[in-house]
């Protein structure tokens, strides 16, 4: 009994730390952006004034960009959001998942200078990361070069002129290893002899994969998916550099239509609501997810 009262006092103190950082780092200023967003515009100068009152949020303009995502001008922008983002995840667990099965199971003593190598670029600067793919992927790169001199391809290239997938693939350079990691993580811990004995049955290797693997890699695989899902459905800087900051038509998706409509049409109000629209996509998302934990837990 004692123990259990000392935790009970123990465990919210230690959490208490974190508890105050999200609001004063995440839930205060996100206040502040809604705010904004459900406020109203100035009458003289149309600059948005936000209402710190949500008994007197307008959410006039909020409804009016979910109609024009789901079934207007802007639904174009939202399915070539999701399917960016989708198209990512898949080449990320389709990439992520033979390397971590490799590392868990192959590897042996090089598995630390592997795990190393793939660990690597998160050292650097994600900017310069991103920067870097410039002078490979120009026009005269190091990537052209290669292609013409195995004459793959008669003529350069022109990945950075606004191609969709350039922007994909830059995403899954982005953020496979928060495939690769987790998912070698939970393999490392799969018992051989599960895998062994499937095999001695006379199972398959997809069957066994189907029935043996994939159970024990479910809860971290849709962990990692919707994590994933949330970074690169609002990463903005991606986009901005290998279209050399203009995206087109092509590879125009949220974060970037809601960047141009407030610093280049100079239209604050509609840019911040623009962007507030994915948080109920991600807040659904989320919910379900751990509702589906939850309940598989149990």
Same mark, same amino acid.
């Given at each position: 009994m004692r123990e259990s009262r000392s935790g009970r006092r123990l465990w919210p103190a230690l959490a208490a730390p974190g508890t105050l950082w999200l609001l004063a780092l995440f839930a205060v200023p996100f206040y502040a952006i809604a705010a904004v967003a459900f406020g109203y515009p100035d009458p003289i100068f149309r600059s948005p004034v936000p209402e710190w009152d949500p008994r007197y949020w307008d959410f006039t303009l909020f409804?009016? &960009? &979910?109609?024009?995502?789901?079934? *207007?001008? =802007?639904?174009? &922008?939202f399915v070539r959001t999701l399917l960016f983002v989708g198209l990512a995840l898949l080449l990320c667990f389709l990439i992520g998942y033979p390397v971590a099965y490799y590392l868990a199971r192959y590897a042996g003593r090089r598995r630390g200078l592997l795990l190393a190598l793939i660990l690597a670029p998160w050292w650097i600067n994600y900017i310069t990361r991103m920067l870097a793919w410039l002078s490979l992927l120009q026009d005269d790169g190091y990537v052209n070069d290669a292609l013409i001199a195995l004459r793959i391809v008669p003529d350069p290239v022109r990945w950075l002129s606004g191609n969709p997938y350039t922007v994909v693939l830059a995403l899954v350079y982005g953020y496979v290893p928060f495939f690769i990691v987790p998912l070698y993580a939970t393999l490392d811990r799969i018992d051989s002899r599960l895998l062994d004995a499937?095999?001695? =049955? *006379? &199972? *398959?290797g997809f069957r066994t994969f189907l029935h043996v693997t994939l159970p024990g890699l479910k809860h971290v695989l849709i962990v990692t998916i919707v994590l994933s899902f949330i970074l690169t459905i609002n990463d903005f800087n991606i986009v901005y550099v290998m279209t050399r900051g203009g995206p087109g038509t092509a590879t125009q998706v949220f974060a970037t239509y809601s960047y141009e409509v407030a610093f280049n049409q100079l239209r604050w109000g509609r840019g911040v609501t623009i962007s507030i629209f994915l948080v109920p996509v991600l807040v659904v998302a989320i919910a379900l997810v751990s509702?589906?934990?939850?309940r598989d837990r149990a």
């Open positions: 409804t009016e &960009v &979910v109609q024009r995502s789901l079934t *207007g001008d =802007l639904r174009p &922008v499937s095999r001695d =049955l *006379g &199972v *398959g509702r589906y934990l939850l």
